[in-house]
């Protein structure tokens, strides 16, 4: 299925489409992007036929989902665009169904995967040392990214970017999602706005803060490797972490509260 077609953009990439339109903002080369990865916005409508709502009226609101994450997308940070739009799409998708007052039951197959995903990320972040990609999930369960993507949606394990949210607690590691972070049970936390806050909130850290919260939230680092990178002691990681997500915290509620 296509909305959009333009020959002339059929000898770039995605990424060089995606470096293109991230200088000129032309509507053209967005198009031509939302056009090749459209295939995204009707697998995943498709899976939402049968709860209520027209497929047509789901896949609208699925292409324009696309066409946000197009312009939201950043190439520079090294993610798969898809691993980006899913959620986007998925939560877009879920949001019209609340609108319209239609709850969204989880299939019994994705709430089965979920169950592995958290299984198997923890035995490969032991083998691996590190946080495992969707892919390697994907890859290890012998299914898509996608359906890793939306099961890991569906349960809200975890963040839009990463797998597995970090926070040292005591003498290990244990694993704390932005919700629980957080400490509300917002089910529209994956959603657009809220994404949107945590970009926010990193912008306002400082480079040392930054590279903390990134290494830890996003790259599975543990808090030496990190203090060893930045040539500090694990005990001031420590701090300044715990000063981080307690700033978090404090300033997520202030956006509930208005």
Known sequence: MELFKDEKYSDLS???????????????????????NLYIAEL???KYVGRGIEFEDIFQVASLALILAVERFDVSKGFEFSS???PTI?????????????????????????????????????????????????NYLNCTSEEVMEAIEASQLFSIRSLDLLKEN????????FIEILGKEDENFSN?????FIERFIEKLNDVEKKILIGRFYKGKTQVVIARELDLSQMTISRIEKKILS????DYKKTVDL
């Open 14 to 36: 995605t990424r060089e489409l995606f470096d293109a339109y991230e200088k000129d903002k032309c509507r053209e080369i967005r198009n031509e992007i939302v056009n090749r």
């Open 44 to 46: 995943l409508a498709k």
């Open 84 to 86: 980006f739009a899913t």
């Open 90 to 138: 998925i939560g877009e998708i879920k949001r019209h169904f609340r609108d319209k007052g239609w709850a969204i039951k989880v299939p019994r197959k994705t709430q089965e995967l979920s169950m592995k995903i958290n299984e198997t990320r923890n035995k490969l972040e032991q083998e691996m040392g590190s946080v495992p990609k969707v892919e390697d999930i994907a």
């Open 170 to 177: 005591k003498d290990r590691d244990s694993e704390m999602s």
């Open 192 to 196: 657009i706005e809220n994404r949107d």
């Open 247 to 250: 700033k978090l915290k404090e």
